[in-house]
Each structure stands twice: as structure tokens, then as C-alpha cells.
């Protein structure tokens, strides 16, 4: 009895933070950016225990890293249509694209971009394979399916751009 009382409080807890989580289209709508919070400090403290060359390679690799990473500017711009407005900023060059999303009935939010098949047949069952987004602080959160289904976190997410009037 004590095993079923812990399973179903397990199974509470993970059904309330998930809630926590979902994504509706009122909070989606309008304009966010892309962040892409990569921690290269952390890669090269990894590094740490290897060669001296490996550590010279990798220190190089990330400072480029961090200076592409600085000149790329993502917005998204969600419309009530379906329809996200991708627009890229980098290196002095702009460039917009058009994707499609929806809102799954568990609250993830899932990118199309225009090739997808299984956007354009919709009636084609939506595989577990892709990259979800979730709502987390605020913040909306890419996650990956990994083993057994599981999410696991990525290392992108989106602000919501805040319009100054």
C-alpha cells in the first residue's frame, strides 16, 4: 500500500510541475528572441584533464564560438495563424523566413519549418522525436526527447521581447 500512496504522490508531482509548463497561445503570440545559452567556461574546464594541445584547440574553438555567437540576432514573431516569422541578423546581413507552429494537447509547443512533411500532412501521427518547447519561468525552453521519451533541456530558449513604447 505504501508503494502505491509514493507512486501515485510521484505521479502528482510530475503531472503538477508539467502543468506548470505548457505553453498557451495567448503567452505565445507576438515577438521573442533566441538565446543560445552555451557554457563555454564549462566545456573548457572539461577540457581541463587533456593534452596541452587539445586545451589551446578548444580555448580557440570556443572564443570563436562566443564571437559568432554575439553577432547572430533571432526573433521569432508567433501569429494567431499558425504561423512564426523567423528573422536572422548576423554578421551585418538580414534574412526572414516563415515557419509554422502548434500547441500540442499537452501543452508543447512544436516549429515546423515549411518542408516538413508531417506538418503539411497533418494527419500524419507527430513523431517523439522532435524538439519541443515548454514554458519555464517565463521563458520558453527547448527540449529534447531522449531515452524512454524523457525531456531533457537544452541550451536555447526565448524572451519575450518587450515593446517600448
Known sequence: MKKLISLFCLCLVGTTSLAQSKITE???????RMVI?????????DLEDENWLARKIAGSVTGLVSDILEEIDIKMDFRDNGEVKI?????GEREVEYAEWRITSEGELEIFDNDDRRWKNRHVNFGHDDDVWLMDK???V???????????????YLEKVKKDW
Open 26 to 32: 495567448k503567452e505565445l503570440l507576438g515577438e521573442w
Open 37 to 45: 545559452d552555451i557554457d563555454l567556461d564549462e566545456i573548457e574546464r
Open 87 to 91: 528573422m536572422v541578423r548576423a554578421f
Open 138 to 140: 517565463g521563458k520558453i
Open 142 to 156: 527547448q527540449y529534447e526527447r531522449g531515452s524512454r521519451g524523457r525531456l531533457e533541456r537544452g541550451d536555447v
